[in-house]
């Protein structure tokens, strides 16, 4: 059982490069999303998705972009990376509907930017 | 706009002590409640998940009580041991929200032998 898986778990950027941190299941969840957490900030919402082809912005989505193409894969796209942008992301997902299930998060992406 | 607290931030316990983690939010419109562990550079890890007609979920040693009314949770843990020792936040869907999960900012507790 394989849940929610991220990569790369570490990375290191400069000042403006990009990269993609990518995220995938195999538990056929519907919601898939992206997280970031600041030390004693919480957990911040950056993106979401509700199925393949469909996505939206959460609290903090300036600076990423995301796109949704399977059931599968939701990654996060960073463009000309700040230094506000170290933190931890988390991907994580759950089935929709009845508000029994709950969200599996991956074990996530630690990133730098100097 | 939906903001969950946790009250204290930082614990430290004795072995073999009874707690309660707190956990406050001010839109009693939730779906439902959760409650994670996260070990340090870990992920989270789901302990118990309370549906807003449910007043309580127990699994072992943990037991967590939803008063949505008050806008109150609590965590109660029982027996405590140093395995114990992780960060734990709570989690709200609210209503109308696309099932988008507002975090408190965690407590971080800790079981000394």
């Known amino acids: 059982n394989a849940g929610v898986t991220q990569t790369p778990k570490f990375r290191i950027l400069k000042i403006g490069q990009s990269m993609t941190l990518q995220c995938t299941q195999d538990m056929n969840h519907n919601y898939m999303y992206w997280y970031r957490q600041d030390p004693g900030m919480g957990l911040k919402l950056i993106y979401y998705?509700?199925?393949?082809?469909?996505?939206d912005k959460g609290e903090v989505p300036n600076g990423y972009n995301v796109s949704r193409s399977t059931t599968e894969d939701f990654p996060l796209r960073l463009e000309l990376a700040a230094p506000s942008q170290t933190s931890v992301y988390f991907c994580a997902s759950r089935t929709p509907g009845t508000g029994k299930s709950p969200l599996h998060f991956g074990n996530g992406t630690r990133l730098t930017v100097t | 706009k939906q903001e969950v607290t946790q009250i204290p931030a930082a614990l430290s316990v004795p072995e073999g002590e009874n707690l309660v983690l707190n956990c406050s939010f001010t839109d009693s419109a939730i779906y439902n409640l959760q409650w994670f562990r996260q070990d340090p550079g870990k992920g989270l890890t789901s302990l118990l998940l309370?549906?807003?007609?449910?007043r309580e979920q127990t699994s072992g040693r943990l037991n967590a009580s939803l008063d949505k009314s008050s806008g109150r949770s609590t965590l109660y843990i029982a027996a405590s041991q140093p395995g114990d020792s992780a960060t734990y936040l709570c989690a709200v869907i609210t209503t109308g929200t696309a099932s988008k999960l507002t975090f408190g900012t965690g407590t971080r507790l800790q079981v000394t032998l």
């Open positions: 309370i549906q807003s007609s449910q």
């Open positions: 998705s509700v199925g393949a082809g469909i996505t």
